[in-house]
C-alpha cells in the first residue's frame, strides 16, 4: 500500500488485472503504490485499484469460462497443473525474490513460501486421476445408489499479505481441480506475487477465464466480490474482523463461505524439555516472519521450575538475530508489512508495558536508524511474567512480540493454552509421551506438535482452527479441501423396470 511521499529510485511498473486471459487495465483509473516495507524509497510497482465494474467484468469471464472448464476431463485439467508446477520451479528464485521486495519476510521464508505453492500444485494435480465419489448400497432391489462431486461455479478467493503465493494456491488448486472458474483478490500489499502465479497459469495454458485476477481494496474490490450475485463460494483468509463481514454477507446471501482467520498460538515448555530445542522452536515461532503468521509462537508458557533459565537461553539467543532487509543473505527477520501494523504493534507493546503490567524484558521499540531507518522494523520483543488474562496474552498483535507465561504444571499450561478466542495452532516441548498425548488430546485447536513450533504445516494435512479461527472448514489436505470447493451428488440408478418408493415400499426378506 501507498506508505511514503519519498521518490521511487527506479521507473516503477505499472500493472494490470487478469481477465478473460487478458492483462487489462482497471476501469476505476486508480491504482495503489505497492512499497518494499524493508525500504519504502523502493517502489515495487503500480497495482490497480479495482472498483466493483472491474470485479463484475471478472466475475462476468468467470462465469462464462465455466461450463467449457467444467467439461475438461479431471485428469486433463490436472495435467495443466502439473505444467504450471514445473513453471513455479523453474521461477521459483525470482519468485522469491519478487515477494521478499513486497512483503519483508527474508529470502529463506519467500523461497518456502513459493515452493509450498509448488506442492500444493503437484499434490492437487494428483487429485485429478482420483477425485473420488462412491458407491452405496439401496435399500431396494434393482437400484444403485452412488455420489459424485461437483464444482460450484465462480469461487471467489480473498487472500492475505503474510504467505502471498501459498495461500492463493491453497485455494486456488482444489477449486480448479473440481472444476470451477475463480476470481482472486489479493491483499492490497502484496498482489505482485499473487499476479507471478497466475503469469506461471497462462504459461501453463489455463484457458482463459478459469483463473483472474483483480486486485484492490478490501473495502472496494473486496467486498464488491463478496457481494456479487454469481459467486457461489468466498474463500477468505485474513483477520476476523473482515471474516465476520465476509460471513455474514454470505450469509445473508445464501452463499457458502470458508473461512480461516487469527490465532493466538501458545508453546508449552515442561520441566523435563530439551530446553535449548524449545528455545529454538520459540524463537522461530514467535519472531520467523516478523510473528506475522496466524500459526505465530506469541505465547509461551513455560513450567516455573525452568522458567527463568529458558528465559535466559531464549533472550540470549533473541538477541543475536539479524535484522534487516531480507534480500540479503544473513537477514533472520525483516520488516513488519506497513506503518498501520507497526503502529498496532508498538500499541501493543504500550499495553503491555503500562496497562498489562508485564515486564518488557527485551525489545519493545521500534527500529529506525542506519539500515532500518526506511523501513518498518521493530525489535523482538519479549514479555515475561505475563498473566494469562492480560491483553498482550489475549489478542493477535501480528509482529514479533512474545508473551511468557509462567505455569505450575501440565494441567494449568493446558488451561492456559486454550484459554483464548483462537484456536489455530498448539505445541508442546516435554520427554514424556504421557504428557505429550495428554496434551494432544486436551488442546482445542485444528493443529498440535510435539516438539516442535507451532508453524510449519505440510500442504497435505489439514490446515485450520477452532473456535474464532474459522468456520469449521479445513485448507490443505485434499479429502478437506474437496469438501470446500465441491458439492456432493448423489445418483440412483432404478433398473427395476417399475416404480419403487423408498421408505414407502417394504422389501420382504426371503425366508
Ligand atoms: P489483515 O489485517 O491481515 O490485512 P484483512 O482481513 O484486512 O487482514 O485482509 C485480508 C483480505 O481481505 C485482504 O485481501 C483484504 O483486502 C480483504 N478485505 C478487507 N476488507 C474486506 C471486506 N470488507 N470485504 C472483503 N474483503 C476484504
Known amino acids: 500500500m501507498a506508505v511514503s511521499k519519498s521518490k521511487p529510485s527506479t521507473k516503477p511498473e505499472t500493472y494490470k488485472n487478469y481477465i478473460g486471459g487478458r492483462w487489462v487495465k482497471p476501469l476505476s483509473g486508480s491504482s495503489i503504490e505497492n512499497r518494499n516495507p524493508a525500504d519504502t524509497r523502493d517502489l515495487v510497482g503500480n497495482f490497480p485499484a479495482s472498483n466493483a465494474e472491474d470485479v463484475s467484468a471478472a466475475v462476468s469471464a468467470a462465469r462464462e469460462a465455466f461450463p467449457k472448464w467444467k467439461a475438461v476431463p479431471a485428469p486433463k485439467r490436472a495435467e495443466l497443473l502439473f ?58 432391489p434393482d437400484k444403485f445408489a452412488m455420489c459424485v ?9 480473498i487472500t492475505p499479505w503474510n504467505f502471498p503465493m501459498a495461500i492463493p494456491s491453497w485455494k486456488m488448486m482444489p477449486a480448479l481441480i473440481c472444476g470451477n472458474t475463480v476470481v482472486i483478490k489479493p491483499a492490497e500489499d502484496t498482489p505482485l506475487s499473487t499476479i507471478n502465479l497466475v503469469k506461471a497459469a497462462e504459461a501453463a495454458g489455463i484457458p482463459p477465464g478459469v483463473i483472474n485476477i483483480v486486485m484492490g481494496t478490501g473495502e472496494e474490490a473486496g467486498a464488491a466480490l463478496t457481494q456479487h450475485p454469481d459467486v457461489r463460494l468466498v474463500s477468505f483468509t485474513g483477520s476476523t474482523d473482515t471474516g465476520r463481514i465476509v460471513a455474514e454477507t454470505t450469509g445473508r446471501m445464501g452463499k457458502i463461505c470458508s473461512l480461516e482467520m487469527g490465532g493466538k498460538n501458545v508453546i508449552m515448555v515442561m520441566e523435563d524439555a530439551d530446553l535449548d530445542l524449545a528455545v529454538e522452536g520459540a524463537v522461530w515461532g514467535a519472531f520467523g516472519t516478523s510473528g506475522q503468521r496466524c500459526t505465530a509462537s506469541s505465547r509461551v508458557v513455560v513450567h516455573k521450575r525452568v522458567y ?75 514479555f515475561t511474567d505475563v498473566a494469562p488474562q492480560m491483553t498482550i496474552a ?63 504445516a505440510e500442504v497435505h494435512l489439514p490446515f485450520g482452527g477452532t473456535k474464532a479461527t474459522g468456520n469449521g472448514h479445513r485448507e490443505g489436505a485434499m479429502i478437506s479441501s474437496l469438501d470446500i470447493f465441491s458439492e456432493w451428488k448423489a445418483i440412483y440408478v432404478d433398473y427395476s423396470g417399475k416404480l419403487q418408493k423408498a421408505q414407502i415400499d417394504v422389501f420382504e426378506t426371503p425366508r
Open 83 to 140: 505444467r504450471w508446477a514445473q513453471i513455479l520451479v523453474e521461477r521459483k528464485d525470482a519468485f522469491a525474490t519478487d515477494m521478499t521486495r513486497e512483503m519483508g519476510k527474508v529470502l529463506k521464508e519467500t523461497g518456502g513460501d513459493v515452493q509450498e505453492a509448488i506442492d500444493m500444485t503437484f499434490y492437487t494435480a494428483g487429485e485429478g486421476r482420483r477425485l473420488h465419489g462412491y458407491t452405496s448400497p439401496s435399500e431396494l
Open 149 to 157: 462431486r461437483q464444482p460450484l461455479g465462480v469461487c471467489a478467493l
Open 308 to 382: 527463568k533459565k529458558f528465559v535466559e537461553k531464549l533472550a540470549e539467543r533473541t538477541k543475536t538475530l539479524v535484522i534487516g532487509n531480507g534480500l540479503k543473505k544473513n537477514v533472520e527477520m525483516g520488516p513488519v508489512i506497513n506503518e498501520q501494523a507497526l503502529q498496532k504493534i508498538l500499541s501493543y507493546i504500550e499495553i503491555g508495558k503500562n496497562i498489562d503490567g508485564a515486564t518488557l524484558h527485551l525489545g519493545g521499540h521500534r527500529l529506525d536508524k542506519g539500515e532500518h531507518k526506511n523501513g518498518f522494523f521493530v525489535a523482538p520483543t519479549i
Open 394 to 456: 489475549q489478542e493477535e498483535i501480528f509482529g514479533p512480540v512474545l508473551s511468557i507465561i509462567p505455569c505450575r504444571d501440565l494441567d494449568e499450561a493446558i488451561e492456559i493454552g486454550n484459554g483464548v478466542k483462537y484456536g489455530l495452532s498448539s505445541s508442546i516441548y516435554t520427554q514424556d509421551v504421557n504428557r505429550a498425548f495428554h496434551a494432544m488430546e486436551a488442546m482445542n485447536t485444528g493443529i498440535f506438535y510435539v516438539n516442535s513450533s507451532t508453524i510449519g
